[in-house]
């Protein structure tokens, strides 16, 4: 194929894209030379915008018979050693799911993007944040844990895109990005990095031999029982270093905070609304935004203010990521908890009466 | 195929296959077809160029068998992990290995598409009519009326269909450059097999597209039989059941249709018998 000249976007000055056009850019510029996936709304802006880039690049794109072939010719490349990408929504990400299990298995360094939408079953095309519990609880068989990340921005899409890619080669692990329908679908400027990714050694990818080592083998299988223990005990150790290491959060809280608000993703950037209309109101209110989902930041719970009463969190989801709001808060505050479901999403009043109710501001509710 | 017949050498352990103990049962033809596998790669000099994927199966394995880089695949996806292999590396030769579990139930998708794509990698399929490591379930490729442990009355075509003829299935695809169903039932075969097995990875070497070799195994275990025996099964009751033959072939008759592919399998039959 003929190298065409490149539409990369210009690097350093803002330019106006789409949430999935922005993450594939920002994948080619974190160094990602293939990209295998199967087309599913929300998020076929992605593929489409990969197939367009990718030969400018002297990348791969390949659209997949499905997802379960997809997600294992990221097995295969990945543990060839370039990096990869794949990219999906939530149904197909269920299928993908065994192989996620292998690539953790066989310790691969993948990014895999999930822009979710209502489930469960085919559900809807609308956007949802239901995929929490399997995002961050494990998804497929055996024990395992993905770095995960729930970006509220198209910036911040493509700056953890590129992040994730090198997490990913840092611990030779999947890391998932977790968007929503709604990231994924908006427009919003975006300023590209203009400096070139770091060139990772791989010396334990199935390169060929090529006269220079001995055989290489990609693999999770281990039949005995001493072994595969040991294996699991080695990738326990590695997700404790990732649970210590790669925790970010952004938190606000504001000086005699009533109530704490819980969001990632387009929640938050709701919840901010319903924040500043209730700052208005006399209502202080503080917000912690886990920016990775797991490790999930239970260190923004410590040391509230004695000031806040409680917490409420607000998802896109019948209450997933709130479980882990009760972990680490440990019994210490109330927590509450505001979702909506099967594609409908939070709107700031709503959100504001669910914060006036935290309080104990509700009209005719004594304090 | 009788004209590319060629002599085995029979004292020499293979550089391309590890020297370790295999964990296949006694009469098990999988140890025959490593070896020439293994004998292929040192020929070609492929070893130091090679991945092969191992699959979900007995021979799952795999990767301690043999000396090149090897990746082991989930259940039925190794055309798909061979798939992400080669594209992204496309100077290596990447070949699966895969048993008719593996390829023909679970991983149909996967093999279709890879041919259909002309994917170039080679595909080694172990077809003996049954699932050895779990235990001798019935396959797609069980032969009607063969007792196994999830037919106990015999494969009932009215139930549960009959057998899958994945070659003659693959061999209409366009991206299919060589595919041959071959037998390891006697020596002759076993060369044969052997000739296959080169012509497919040349079939890479030359970037024409997909290759196929469906391997007549045995399973004397699982069909509960001794070894002697389970090859006499292989030549009378295989054999007739999945044509002996090249289907498709770049070299000879790229451009051959389907029905006259077919119709040569069909004449094979009784030329390949090996009697």
Redesign the interface.
Known sequence: MTKSASSAPAGGVPVLMKGNEALGEAAIRAGC??F?GYPITPQSELPAYMARRMPEEDG?F?Q???E???I?????????G?R?MTSSSSPGISLKQ??IS?IAG?ELPAVIVNIMRGGPGLGSIMPGQSDYFQATKGGGHGDYRLVVYGPATVQELVDLTIRAFNVADRYRSPVMILGDGILGQMMEPVVFPTEKPAEVAKPWA??????TRG???????Y?AAEELEAHNLRLQAKFAEMHSNEVIYESIIPEGAEVVCVAYGTTARVVKSAIAMARQEGIKVGLIRPISLWPFPDEAFVNLPDTVRSVLTVEMSAGQMVEDVRLALNGRLPVHFYGRMGGMWPIPRDVLAEIKKAAGREAGVAR | MSSIVERIPVYEPPKSLSDVSSHYCPGCTHGATHRIVAEVMDELGLTDKAVGIASVGCSVLAYNYFECDMQQAAHGRAPAVATGVKRVRPELVVWTYQGDGDLASIGTNEVIHAALRGEKITVIFINNAIYGMTGGQAAPTTLIGQKTATTPFGRDKSWSGSPIHLSEMLALQEGAAFIARTSTHNPAHLGRTRAAIKRAFQTQLEGKGFSLVEILSTCPTNWGMTPVEALKWVEEQMVPVYPLGIFKDWQADGARSPAAAGAAAKSAKPAEGGK
């Not at chain 1, 294992?72 to 543990?79: D, K, L, R, S």
């Not at chain 1, 055989?215 to 299988?221: G, Q």
């Open positions: 030379r293939a295998f791969v390949l997949a018979e499905s379960l072939a997809a294992n010719m990221v097995y295969g490349a990945a543990g060839a370039v990869v065994e192989g292998y066989a199935t390169t060929g031999r090529q006269g055989r290489n083998v990609v693999n999770s299988l039949l």
